[in-house]
């Protein structure tokens, strides 16, 4: 199979509601995903491993997500980046929501359906690692991931030692307003000192930010390009 046969296959997948056969051929491309089989080209080999990390819900997500191209062609040819992005962003919801809801992962009012399930401090862990178990709205109606991680004992760190953590890892810092770092092919905001924590043993760990690939749209030195193509091995 080539690259437009494939998405063409997820795309039919998504136009006929997610049948059960439908559904059956998303777990096979997950699998072959995961088993690196399937190579989606818009990552990095270490980020194909860290979406792989997330759990086959989220390999499947992202590719029911990179399936949507319409955005771009419905768009107004004066409609900005950020209208297409929102545009784009709404359609992949709709599509993920599908999905979640035939396979049974989708959680109504998820800000007020959790904390009575599960405590109000779910939101509030000191964690790290992600895996996506479902999706889900809340009372207002907007979209949610719904994630676990392992929790990590450990304390605060200060941004000043936020900033040295990661320029060593070769991020520059792009704007302190709302703590965002950049590579030129990543992306990272909200990296302040409630979101980075040092564990008993001195490791740094990052446990919520708003990560994305740098492309030149953002507007932070970036020179990535969001494509599509994949390759089956």
């Not at 509601?17 to 190579?39: C, H, S, W």
């Not at 992005?85 to 396979?103: C, F, M, N, P, S």
């Not at 109000?120 to 809340?138: C, K, M, N, S």
């Not at 770092?181 to 930010?209: K, Q, W």
Request: glycine share 10%; aromatic share 10%.
């Amino acid at each position: 199979m080539n690259n437009a046969g494939f998405w063409d296959s997820v795309r039919a997948i998504v136009t006929e509601g997610f049948t059960p056969e439908g559904l059956q051929k998303m777990d096979y491309y997950a699998e072959l995903f995961i088993n690196g089989r399937l190579v989606y080209k818009r990552f990095s080999p270490f980020e194909q491993h860290g979406c792989t990390a997330g759990g086959a819900t989220h390999v499947i997500a992202s590719l029911i997500a990179g399936a949507e191209t319409d955005a771009d062609r419905g768009a107004t040819p004066d409609g900005s980046d950020f209208q297409r992005e929102v545009q784009r962003g709404a359609k992949q919801a709709k599509w993920i929501e599908l999905w979640a809801r035939r396979v049974g992962c989708w959680t109504e009012c998820i800000d007020r359906t959790l904390p009575r399930l599960l405590g109000e401090q779910i939101a509030d862990f000191p964690e790290t690692a992600f895996t996506v178990l479902g999706f889900g709205r809340t009372y207002d109606g907007e979209f949610n991931i719904l994630v676990e991680q392992p929790f990590i004992e450990g304390v605060h760190v200060s941004d000043g030692e936020i900033k040295d953590y990661m320029h060593k890892m070769g991020f520059e810092l792009r704007n302190p307003h709302n703590w965002t770092y950049a590579t030129p092919g990543i992306y990272l905001s909200d990296m302040h000192d409630e979101n980075v924590i040092r564990s008993a043993s001195g490791t740094i760990f990052v446990v919520d930010c708003d990560i994305r690939i740098n492309t030149p749209e953002l507007r932070q030195g970036g020179v990535r390009t969001l494509t599509t193509d994949v390759e089956i091995i």
